[in-house]
């Protein structure tokens, strides 16, 4: 990938002040920057197979405050592979010390408004393996974020109601920490389900 088509697609998708910052890193540790369709179970990540080139995946559709820490989330992954290679944890004490230098940076800037500035320096005490797992973090993203202005998520209706995921149906239970157990309907199989994850009314209201 040319640094021409990188620089394409970092400033379609980043705030304008970090893109010459996170085109540089990409030329300390080149990788294949590629954007998916939005997935549900995650925003972007990291990936390294013999003989092929380090491909950094993002979700299309994220705010741009979310792609850039996104963005520096797994780069911090890459760099860490580049000077580790496999040996450590995939969230262990190498990236944390990682994502926390390479968002340090970005957080001298003045990009975030002041309460997402706040929340992000205290998730980067001790960061965690998805900024999901942080919910007033989450909230912030979404806050500053117009496509999620009219989204439901899952926290947001009462327990006992049914809702769906794509095309499955599930019923919503008890709250367990950051997630709720839910049934799903065709399989009576329980799963845990992120609090915040988005969703759809089922039935859909009528019109």
């Known amino acids: ?20 910052y996170c ?4 030329k300390r540790y080149p990788f294949v920057l590629q954007l998916k369709k939005s997935r549900t179970t995650r925003v972007g990540d990291f990936c390294m197979r013999q003989g092929s080139a380090p ?13 850039l820490v996104t963005y520096i989330h797994e780069f911090s992954h890459h760099a860490v ?3 580790y290679g496999r040996k450590p944890l995939p969230h262990g004490k190498e990236w944390k010390l990682a994502f926390k230098t390479f968002m340090e940076p970005i957080m001298g800037m003045n990009i975030f ?7 992000l320096s205290h998730h980067l005490v001790n960061p965690k393996a998805s900024s999901f797992s942080d919910q007033k973090l989450t909230a912030l993203f979404r806050k500053y974020d117009q496509q999620w202005a009219e989204t439901l998520i899952l926290q947001q209706i009462a327990e006992g109601q049914t ?9 919503k239970g008890k709250k367990r920490r950051t997630r709720f157990e839910c049934v799903e309907l065709r399989t009576g199989r329980l799963y845990l389900v992120p609090a915040d994850l988005p969703i759809t009314e089922f039935p859909p209201p009528e019109s």
């Open 1 to 20: 990938m040319s640094p021409t088509h990188t620089e394409s697609l970092l400033r379609k998708h980043l705030p304008e002040i970090s893109v010459d």
């Open 163 to 171: 809702f769906r995921i794509k095309s499955r149906v599930f019923r």
């Open 23 to 26: 085109l540089d890193l990409w």
């Open 55 to 67: 491909i950094i995946t993002l979700n299309q559709d994220l705010s741009p405050f979310l792609f």
């Open 81 to 83: 592979w580049m000077v």
């Open 113 to 119: 408004p002041p309460d997402l500035q706040a929340r």
